[in-house]
């Protein structure tokens, strides 16, 4: 009798343990389109650390931060990413809500127009039209604050319209059926990539405000403390992850939500080009350089090799926020690629601190110039 009831125990013992349940969590993503700004929630959902905390993580696209803050009050969803204009409207509400955790540090709203637009300052939007992802962004209340803040009347002086996403978008630009848009800095890229250079106004007065966060209720911030708490967490190591490996980051992206992929482009394409500028990305440049040191050796000829930084660039986005630098950053890039004048000159966008990759050829197998 012993001995049967030790076989059971060892039996019991020796069956493996049911993995902990996954909690479905719906999170409001506050914009119709998943853009590569997704890039840190399919990094903690691909490489298994929200799986590993219990957690199924959904985004739900909405229309926008009012749109995304009116469904956290309503209960539709838990938890949301918006920007926290609206939540200071849904408190004056009588709303019990908090962002638990800044995701973007710098504000990445403004105002763009397209490249060549005669416009120059916030007030010279007297009379135009301005384009919204929805009447549900911040960028509504975004654009009627420095409206009124330059003077003109937010309600009369200009007209603010819905004119969509990415291709969307860059359509109402060119049919000139909007002057100017009031959206954020990944839509601005996607309007890019759609083959519409824009321009950013300056509006220093909000620039040094933080932008989007973790939104949810008082209540559910003490019911479902761990779920917050992992929910960001696996947000910010997506984040530090993205900043480290962008071109790892990529590819999850594209594996994760596959819609974030450029249209008219192939995977190897796509992973080249930087998603800011339009350059070439370091990981690329390194291919090239690679081939053509070889080439450069073999021939005897020499490669010239510009450096172009920009100062104080971490000052000016901790004055005048990210939007804003990232902006300069385009301007030098449009700038400095311009100035190309053969097929076989490029360029690219690295980091300043892994410059010194660039030059770490075997001795005596090529000489470089560097110019900076």
Not at 21 to 45: D, H, M, Q, Y
């Amino acid at each position: 009798m012993i001995r049967a009831l030790v076989a059971v125990l060892i039996a019991l013992i020796a069956l493996p343990t049911a993995a902990p349940a996954e909690t479905k969590l719906r999170v409001g993503w506050c914009a119709k389109t998943v853009s590569s700004a997704t890039a840190p929630f399919a990094i903690a959902t691909k490489l298994g650390w929200y799986k590993a905390a219990g957690l199924d993580v959904e985004l739900i696209p909405l229309a926008g931060s009012s749109a995304c803050t009116q469904a956290v009050a309503t209960r539709e969803v838990p938890f949301a990413l918006p920007s926290v204009e609206p939540l200071a409207i849904a408190v004056h509400q009588g709303v019990k809500a908090k962002v638990y955790y800044t995701a973007y540090q710098g504000n990445i709203y403004g105002i763009a127009v397209p490249a060549e637009s005669p416009v120059r300052k916030i007030a010279d939007l007297k009379g135009k039209t301005i384009g919204v992802i929805s009447m549900g962004s911040a960028g509504v209340p975004v654009a009627k604050a420095l409206v009124a803040t330059a003077g003109l009347n937010p309600e009369s002086d200009v007209t603010i319209v819905v004119a969509g996403e990415g291709a969307q978008t860059a359509a109402m630009l060119r049919s000139k059926h909007v002057d100017a848009l009031s959206q954020f800095d990944t839509q601005y890229a996607m309007v890019e990539n759609a083959g519409v250079r824009l321009r950013m106004l300056d509006t220093k007065e909000i620039d040094r405000y933080p932008a989007n966060g973790f939104l949810a209720l008082d209540e559910t911030l003490k019911n479902r403390r761990q779920d917050a708490v992992a929910l960001a967490k696996g947000y910010a190591m997506g984040t530090v992850f993205a900043i480290a490996n962008p071109e790892a980051a990529v590819r999850i992206l594209y594996e994760v939500f596959p819609q974030t992929k450029p249209t008219g482009k192939d995977e190897a394409m796509a992973i080249r080009d930087d998603r800011l500028t339009g350059l070439f990305t370091l990981a690329y440049l390194e291919e090239l350089l690679k081939r053509d040191w070889a080439v450069a050796h073999r021939e005897q000829r020499s490669i010239a090799v510009f450096a172009v930084d920009i100062d104080a660039l971490d000052l000016y986005n901790n004055t005048f926020g990210r939007g804003a630098g990232d902006s300069s950053i385009r301007r030098v890039a449009h700038v400095v690629s311009g100035c190309l004048r053969r097929s076989s000159d490029v360029t690219a966008r690295i980091a300043i601190t892994k410059a010194e990759r660039l030059f770490s050829c075997p001795a005596n197998s090529l000489r470089i110039q560097v110019v900076q």
